[in-house]
Structures are given as structure tokens and as C-alpha cells.
């Protein structure tokens, strides 16, 4: 096979912007996305709203038009499928990469990628992982957390009416999942380890949640943490004392974090405390030559400092550093 100027491993908006610079640059370029095109805007609550207006998550200079002051996910999906069409890009889905080696003879890298249960290596000269962090969630590490009726994502409120529903986190996942299980008729509890709801929270959720907890249509337990889940119950700790939660479904919303195992498999080094990848911020490489992280692949455990709106601004940086390297490299 070929060897390829640049890898993009993540068909995100980092991703998609990153392809878009290469194509522009005429570089030999591909894609590969493990899931769908946008995976983890996919994979978005139903119904959900962005924080943001539609200006602020275009690429690749193509508007993005809504008749609504903030965009929905059902829109974005839209969006950025007109963009992988109109831009043509070369994408590959449902292709996992396993490993990333640099090799020291040649200082090629080796992607290995498993596609249809099948394996391939893909040589490239650069690799850009724009893969985000939506795909691994902040696990508790408590006994039940792997039950059936446990999940680290949430999607839909319909298939909890009349249910008990025990929601974990005090952030923006948490908040809108519990607002939107209630008006479905689930009766819900919400359970924060902190004596306050994280004040990031959208500026219009934020005082409806409050307000619900006032009225006792939503159930709070504040400086509360998680001890153990079983079958049908949360069993929470608040100074010392236990207390046990009904709970037909349990909602872990605690945060994501990016993939720590492949970067420092791929020989990243990564800070120690909030695992974020030690990389050039003007450039975007990392501590492995022409290996780059762009998007949320630099938020590390924290994923407030990079959203789209200036993830997306990261691939294009990052090729323009690939495109002048490989024109010094044949002007040689």
C-alpha cells in the first residue's frame, strides 16, 4: 500500500475540518472514523440544543442555515453531512485504529485498523487524532456500575415514563437529562457530589432545574456520592449516613474524558494530573514527531476548555505545519 501524507484518525468537526485543509492543499489524505460520520454528535441526546449559534460550528466556509437562534443536534447532523458531500471527502467508517507506531528507520508511522473484522496496516508520514472525547465516559469505579439499566449516555426520555430514573453529575449532561425525564413523566432524582450545580450549565437550564428541585418536582441529593448500585436501588452516602434510592434506570452523566491508552500506546506523553497530551499549542504536535491531537483530543479530563467553535479551527493549523513540512522534505 501506498504510503499517505496524512492520517486523520475521527470524522468529528476537528476532523472533517482537517480533511477539508488537506484536500485544499492537495495532500494524499484519509479519514478513518470508527463509527458514523460525526460520531459523537450522533450519539447526542435525541433532542438536544447547542449552547451555541449556527455561525460558530461551520467549517470549511460552508454557511450553516437555521431558522433557530441555537442549533439542534438533528440539524447538525444535517450540516456536516453536507459538508463531507460538498467538499467530496475521502472518509472510511466503521474503522477502528488499534495502535499507532512510528517507525525509527524510515519515521513513518504504522496504523493498525481493524475494519470488517478485518486488520490492515496504513503507513503515513503525519496522523491527526481528532477523536475527541465523548466515546469515554468518567467511570466511578463502584460496585454495580456495569448493571443492566446503568448508563454512562443519555438519549431518550420516552422509554422511562412512570419510571424511577436516578440521575448522577451536577454539569450540563445531568441537568438536561433530568429536566427532560420529568416532563416524561419519570420521577426523577438527581444526586450531585458538591453543595452547587456547576454554574456552566446553559444559561436557560440552569434556573428551570432549581426551580423544579424547589417545587419537589425533582428530587436532589447535594454532597452526595455514589457508594454502591444493585438491582432496583442507588445506594448514596451523605456525612456518614447511607441512604437507599429507588431506581428503575440510573444515569452516570460524570464527564468524558479522551482516549489515555492510545495516546500513550502511541508514545504521548500525557500530563500526569488532567491527562492531557503534552503537545506544541501552536502546532498541535505532540511529544511523538508529526503525530498531532486537534479538537477535543487535548481537553485530556477536562472537556470545557475545547468545543467545536474552536476545535474546529485546530485541523487547519495542523495541516498547514504537515504541508510545509513535506515541501521542504521533496524540495530536499
Given at each position: 500500500m501506498s504510503v499517505q501524507d496524512v492520517i486523520i484518525v475521527g470524522a468529528g468537526p476537528a476532523g472533517l475540518a482537517a480533511a477539508i485543509a488537506a484536500k485544499q492543499r492537495q495532500l494524499d489524505y484519509a479519514v478513518l472514523e470508527k463509527g458514523v460520520l460525526v460520531n459523537s454528535i450522533y450519539h447526542f441526546p435525541t433532542h438536544m440544543a447547542f449552547f451555541t449559534t449556527p455561525e460558530l460550528l461551520e467549517i470549511g466556509g460552508l454557511p450553516f442555515v437555521t431558522p433557530f437562534e441555537k442549533p439542534t443536534r438533528f440539524e447538525a447532523l444535517r450540516y456536516?453531512?453536507?459538508?463531507?458531500?460538498?467538499?467530496?471527502?475521502?472518509?472510511?467508517?466503521?474503522?477502528?485504529?488499534?495502535?499507532?507506531q512510528r517507525q525509527q528507520d524510515d519515521d513513518l508511522f504504522r496504523v493498525e485498523a481493524e475494519a470488517s473484522g478485518r486488520r490492515v496496516i496504513r503507513p503515513a508520514r503525519a496522523v491527526i487524532l481528532a477523536i475527541g472525547y465523548y466515546d469515554h465516559p468518567n467511570l466511578l469505579g463502584i460496585p454495580g456500575e456495569d448493571l443492566p439499566g446503568v448508563s454512562h449516555f443519555y438519549h431518550d426520555a420516552h422509554p422511562f415514563y412512570r419510571k424511577r430514573v436516578v440521575v448522577v453529575g451536577g454539569a450540563n449532561s445531568a441537568a438536561e437529562a433530568a429536566l427532560d425525564l420529568h416532563r416524561a413523566g419519570a420521577s426523577v432524582t438527581i444526586v450531585h457530589r458538591r453543595a452547587a450545580f456547576n454554574r456552566q450549565i446553559k444559561y436557560w437550564v440552569l434556573p428551570d432545574l432549581e426551580n423544579r428541585i424547589k417545587e419537589g418536582s425533582i428530587a436532589a441529593r447535594m454532597e452526595a456520592r455514589v457508594a454502591e448500585i444493585r438491582p432496583g436501588e442507588v445506594v448514596i452516602e451523605r456525612a456518614g449516613t447511607f441512604e437507599h434510592l429507588p431506581a428503575d434506570q440510573v444515569f452516570l452523566l460524570t464527564g468524558y474524558r479522551t482516549d489515555a491508552d492510545l495516546l500513550r500506546a502511541s508514545g504521548v506523553e500525557l500530563d500526569p494530573c488532567t491527562w492531557i497530551p503534552v503537545h506544541d499549542p501552536e502546532t498541535f504536535e505532540t511529544s511523538v514527531p508529526n503525530l498531532f491531537v486537534a479538537g477535543g483530543m487535548i481537553s485530556g479530563t477536562n472537556d470545557v476548555p475545547v468545543f467545536i467553535e474552536n476545535g474546529r479551527f485546530h485541523g487547519e493549523k495542523v495541516i498547514g505545519v504537515i504541508a510545509e513540512r513535506l515541501r521542504r522534505t521533496v524540495g530536499s
Amino acid at each position: 500500500m501506498s504510503v499517505q501524507d496524512v492520517i486523520i484518525v475521527g470524522a468529528g468537526p476537528a476532523g472533517l475540518a482537517a480533511a477539508i485543509a488537506a484536500k485544499q492543499r492537495q495532500l494524499d489524505y484519509a479519514v478513518l472514523e470508527k463509527g458514523v460520520l460525526v460520531n459523537s454528535i450522533y450519539h447526542f441526546p435525541t433532542h438536544m440544543a447547542f449552547f451555541t449559534t449556527p455561525e460558530l460550528l461551520e467549517i470549511g466556509g460552508l454557511p450553516f442555515v437555521t431558522p433557530f437562534e441555537k442549533p439542534t443536534r438533528f440539524e447538525a447532523l444535517r450540516y456536516y453531512r453536507r459538508v463531507a458531500d460538498t467538499a467530496q471527502l475521502r472518509i472510511e467508517m466503521d474503522v477502528t485504529v488499534r495502535a499507532i507506531q512510528r517507525q525509527q528507520d524510515d519515521d513513518l508511522f504504522r496504523v493498525e485498523a481493524e475494519a470488517s473484522g478485518r486488520r490492515v496496516i496504513r503507513p503515513a508520514r503525519a496522523v491527526i487524532l481528532a477523536i475527541g472525547y465523548y466515546d469515554h465516559p468518567n467511570l466511578l469505579g463502584i460496585p454495580g456500575e456495569d448493571l443492566p439499566g446503568v448508563s454512562h449516555f443519555y438519549h431518550d426520555a420516552h422509554p422511562f415514563y412512570r419510571k424511577r430514573v436516578v440521575v448522577v453529575g451536577g454539569a450540563n449532561s445531568a441537568a438536561e437529562a433530568a429536566l427532560d425525564l420529568h416532563r416524561a413523566g419519570a420521577s426523577v432524582t438527581i444526586v450531585h457530589r458538591r453543595a452547587a450545580f456547576n454554574r456552566q450549565i446553559k444559561y436557560w437550564v440552569l434556573p428551570d432545574l432549581e426551580n423544579r428541585i424547589k417545587e419537589g418536582s425533582i428530587a436532589a441529593r447535594m454532597e452526595a456520592r455514589v457508594a454502591e448500585i444493585r438491582p432496583g436501588e442507588v445506594v448514596i452516602e451523605r456525612a456518614g449516613t447511607f441512604e437507599h434510592l429507588p431506581a428503575d434506570q440510573v444515569f452516570l452523566l460524570t464527564g468524558y474524558r479522551t482516549d489515555a491508552d492510545l495516546l500513550r500506546a502511541s508514545g504521548v506523553e500525557l500530563d500526569p494530573c488532567t491527562w492531557i497530551p503534552v503537545h506544541d499549542p501552536e502546532t498541535f504536535e505532540t511529544s511523538v514527531p508529526n503525530l498531532f491531537v486537534a479538537g477535543g483530543m487535548i481537553s485530556g479530563t477536562n472537556d470545557v476548555p475545547v468545543f467545536i467553535e474552536n476545535g474546529r479551527f485546530h485541523g487547519e493549523k495542523v495541516i498547514g505545519v504537515i504541508a510545509e513540512r513535506l515541501r521542504r522534505t521533496v524540495g530536499s
